[in-house]
């Protein structure tokens, strides 16, 4: 069974365009996080949510709007692509925080490509 | 900001070692470590939290100096299988955020027969 599942694998649209990524986890993890990975596989944490409350929120455009509707979910949707946002977006999950021994599990990622 | 990890890349052949190091500016509370192959997730490997603590993973090792602010993964004995791109995540001592790791820009493992 799989972990962190994500869909869709693969996302190509046209820029101005608005998508979503559904993200489940299916450990019984309390946080669940989003990542974008990009051309340079720079990972680099978007949003983190322990238990539907929002906890990280980097300094990303707020075009992108994540959303948990319960602790096993964790969407977002982005607003009006731009090219830049083409990149590989990782969800992962960690159970219960426990400061520095949050294992985190990626799911396979969403590949986006915005033309 | 972004923990600095070195070399960026190594090549080696079945049956080698190789260090990788990572290092912070900032004061550090645990380091962990993931290995990414091509077009995969990233898989946990280790976390270690300071008190320079060593742990190990079947051959991968690991150690913390949280004075220096620096971690080395030890791979030995390489193994086809250790090829991918392996990254340190940093968490800030005294941060307000538990889990919000900085990734390091990687370091590209290929092991050839």
């Known amino acids: 069974d799989t972990a962190v599942s994500q869909t869709p694998k693969y996302l190509v649209t046209q820029m101005g365009n608005d998508k979503s990524i559904k993200c489940e986890q299916n450990?019984?993890?309390?946080?669940m996080y989003w990542y974008k990975q990009d051309s340079k596989k720079f990972l680099k944490i978007m949003f983190s949510?322990?238990?539907?409350?929002?906890?990280i929120n980097e300094t990303v455009p707020n075009r992108f709007s994540p959303k948990s509707p319960d602790k096993a979910h964790l969407n977002l949707h982005i607003n009006s692509l731009e090219l830049g946002d083409s990149a590989v977006y990782f969800c992962a999950s960690s159970p219960v925080a426990v400061w520095g021994q949050e294992t985190q599990y990626f799911g396979p990622g969403t590949r986006l490509l915005v033309l | 900001q972004q923990p600095v990890q070195s070399p960026q890349a190594v090549i080696l052949r079945e049956g080698e070692d190789a260090v990788i190091n990572c290092s912070s500016s900032k004061a550090l509370y645990s380091v962990h470590w993931y290995r990414q192959k091509h077009g995969e997730a990233p898989v946990f490997l280790m976390i270690?939290?300071?008190?320079?603590e060593q742990k190990g993973h079947e051959k991968i090792s690991a150690s913390f100096n949280e004075k220096k602010q620096q971690s080395s993964l030890y791979l030995t004995a390489s193994q086809l299988s250790y090829s991918g791109t392996y990254f340190c995540?940093?968490?800030?001592?005294?941060?307000?955020?538990?889990?919000?790791?900085?990734f390091g820009q990687g370091t590209i493992l290929t092991v050839h027969p």
């Open positions: 450990l019984g993890h309390d946080t």
């Open positions: 995540g940093t968490e800030k001592a005294g941060g307000t955020s538990y889990g919000k790791l900085t």
């Open positions: 270690l939290l300071k008190g320079g």
């Open positions: 949510y322990n238990n539907k409350e929002l906890i």
